[in-house]
């Protein structure tokens, strides 16, 4: 049938999903328990939504359905791809995925503690850092007592590492 003759009220609305945290293509999609924990709560987060969809008329639950499954689809293939690291089975004394990291600014002697964990659990404001960031892949193969140097467009910032523990 020719598009001239479909109402404009027929038309399904595509659900616009923000895509989930950035992964480089051919990298595996590592995460710690927790981490997997984590995506499998928001599968069942949205599941439930799912099942507990309401609205003032179809149209709305059917945009609303749309936008769920999008989601749940980008999230399944997130789970499906993933590796969990058994943090246990890193050398404990080396900076690798998982790792909480205890860091001293040498310029200011502040210290900071960041773990490197996977895409979809990073969130700065826990001190958890993506494995694919510049200062994550920094840190990786480093020793309690190394120096790690993060290049900054003013500064260079020089870091000690103080501890390395998996948890």
Do not use: C, H, W
Request: aromatic residues 6%.
């Amino acid at each position: 049938m020719s598009r001239g003759f479909v109402k404009e009220d027929d038309q399904e609305e595509i659900p616009i999903v923000p895509q989930r945290a950035y992964l480089p293509e051919g990298v595996a999609n590592f995460v710690t328990r927790a981490g997997m924990d984590q995506l499998l709560a928001e599968k069942q987060a949205l599941i439930n939504e799912k099942d507990s969809l309401g609205g003032t008329s179809e149209n709305e639950k059917r945009i609303a359905l749309n936008y769920i499954n999008a989601k749940l689809q980008l999230l399944n293939s997130r789970i499906a791809e993933a590796t969990i690291v058994n943090l246990n089975e890193q050398p404990q004394n080396e900076i690798r995925f998982g790792a909480s990291v205890t860091l001293k600014t040498e310029a200011s002697d502040s210290i900071q503690t960041f773990q490197i964990v996977g895409v979809d659990e990073a969130d700065i404001s826990k001190g958890k850092i993506s494995f694919i960031s510049p200062f994550a892949k920094s840190l990786i193969n480093k020793k309690t007592g190394d120096k790690v140097v993060l290049k900054r467009a003013k500064e260079d910032i020089v870091y000690e590492i103080l501890d390395i523990t998996y948890r």
